[in-house]
Antibody, heavy 122, light 110 residues
């Protein structure tokens, strides 16, 4: 059974960097048919896909246009985890952040992390 | 990429059937068989209930079914039960290699 366990701070100051990590058990971050995603949810924006990383002989990533200039998603194969960094945050980035597995190309999100409420406030 | 369009709310009585629609464009729903549906109970992570338009993941009740015609997908829940009361979201892959979600539909079981 795949499990995704999220960790990271729940409070970030405006203009600083939001950083979250998603630990994977029951699968490998470098499996060459899966992709590893970050998604957030807020009352104003609903569910919003942020981006993903995946391995197909080399590492690739892809990001939503809305955050493309501020986001980095990276895999750490030694720890079997992937991470989210979102720079220059504002209160509009306040949301519940989820990591999720996409088990096959253009598939669906079949396993989700537990969610982390991140509040951007001074 | 604009969000997919879902009704804000639907309701039904126990035992009845309901259908939730999800309307997109030829660049997302109409262009791929990558439409999925998620159920979300309060303060919980979304749970996949339908993948690839009409496939039910292992462990999901056969009361859940999916369909797509053109740019509109739909989720039908038959034999409504109290535990079906939740928010439901659709998602689709897009021609820009991104994902888009619907705005969500609140299902009330009266």
């Amino acid at each position: 059974q795949v499990q995704l366990q999220q960790s990271g701070p729940g409070l970030v100051k405006p203009s600083q960097t939001l950083s979250l990590t998603c630990d994977i058990s029951g699968d490998s971050v470098s499996r060459d048919t899966a992709a590893w995603n970050w998604i957030r949810q807020s009352p104003s924006r609903g569910l919003e896909w942020l981006g993903r990383t995946y391995y197909r002989s080399k590492w690739y990533d892809g990001y939503a246009v809305s955050v493309k200039s501020r986001i980095t998603i990276k895999a750490d194969t030694s720890k079997n985890q992937f991470s989210l960094q979102l720079n220059s945050v504002t209160p509009e980035d306040t949301a519940v952040y989820y990591c999720a597995r996409e088990p096959k190309p253009t598939g669906e999100f079949d396993f989700w992390g537990q969610g982390t409420l991140v509040t951007v406030s001074s | 990429q604009s969000a997919l369009t879902q009704p804000a709310s639907v309701s039904g009585s126990p035992g009845q059937s309901i259908t939730i629609s999800c309307t997109g464009t030829s660049s997302d729903v109409g262009g791929y068989n990558s439409v999925a549906w998620y159920q979300q109970h309060p303060d919980k992570a979304p749970k996949l209930v339908i993948s690839e338009v009409s496939n039910r993941p292992s462990g999901v009740s056969n009361r859940f079914s999916g369909f797509k015609s053109g740019n509109t997908a739909s989720l039908t829940i038959s034999g409504l039960q109290a535990d079906d009361e939740a928010d439901y979201y659709c998602s689709s892959y897009t021609t820009t290699n991104t994902w888009v979600f619907g705005g969500g539909t609140k299902l009330s079981v009266l």
